[in-house]
Each structure stands twice: as structure tokens, then as C-alpha cells.
């Protein structure tokens, strides 16, 4: 399965999440909790039961209790915001991983879709 890249409007929402996070008092996270990390987290907040990495990049959402898993393959845009801009998807053991950073991650990674959408003509 390929990772269908996200959209502007799909960075933003995410961005606009971590800016929310931060003001409601978050500051770390754990980038290797297969359950809990970023991403984990984001999709929980945006509605899905349970969340959990499966491997390198796969991940199983469940949106109802009862409801087989979705599998989806973690998008190189949003792996950046989460795990550095490298998009190395094994960060180092000794990397802090903060709400702030990934916000300043992600504003950068919207720039940069930005200017690959921008068409002059």
C-alpha cells in the first residue's frame, strides 16, 4: 500500500492541532510509543478509537469498536513533522521531541507544499 500524500488543507489541520495542544499545556512526546506518539495522538483527537503502528510505517486505525482496522501507510510530509525532516521513521533514542518542534516542523513543511503547488501559468 502506498501513503497517499496529504493535502495543504490536511497540514493545516494538523499544524492547527499542534498549536491547540500546546496552548491546552502539552509539551513532549514519546516518538517511539507505537499507541501514544504524535501521530497516534492526532488521529485519536480527530476521532478514531485506537491507533497503533504496526512496523515501520503502517499503521491500524479503528474508527468504531466493532469496525475492522483501516491500515494506512505514515505520509512522508507528516512523518517530517513528527520524527524531524529528515523523515527518518527510527528517530534517535536521545532526540527530544517537543509539541513546539513539531509545530515549527510543520509550518516549514506547508511552505515548502506551498511552493511545489504554486503553478505561475
Not at 495522538?41 to 482496522?69: C, I, N, W
Request: include cysteine; glycine fraction near 4%; hydrophobic fraction near 35%.
Amino acid at each position: 500500500m502506498r501513503a497517499k500524500e496529504p493535502s495543504i488543507t490536511d497540514l493545516k489541520d494538523f499544524r492547527d492541532w499542534l498549536q491547540q495542544s500546546i496552548d491546552e499545556g502539552a509539551t513532549d512526546y514519546n516518538a517511539h510509543s507505537s499507541g501514544n506518539c504524535l501521530v497516534c495522538q492526532y488521529l485519536k483527537a480527530r476521532g478514531s478509537v485506537e491507533v497503533s503502528f504496526q512496523g515501520e510505517t503502517t499503521l491500524l486505525r479503528y474508527m468504531h469498536e466493532d469496525a475492522p482496522p483501516v491500515e494506512l501507510q505514515l505520509p512522508k510530509a507528516i512523518a517530517k513533522i513528527a520524527y524531524g525532516m529528515s523523515g527518518k521513521l527510527y528517530p534517535q533514542l536521545n532526540q527530544d521531541f517537543t509539541f513546539k518542534a513539531a509545530l515549527d516542523r510543520a509550518k516549514k513543511v506547508i511552505e515548502i507544499a506551498k511552493l511545489r503547488a504554486f503553478k505561475p501559468y
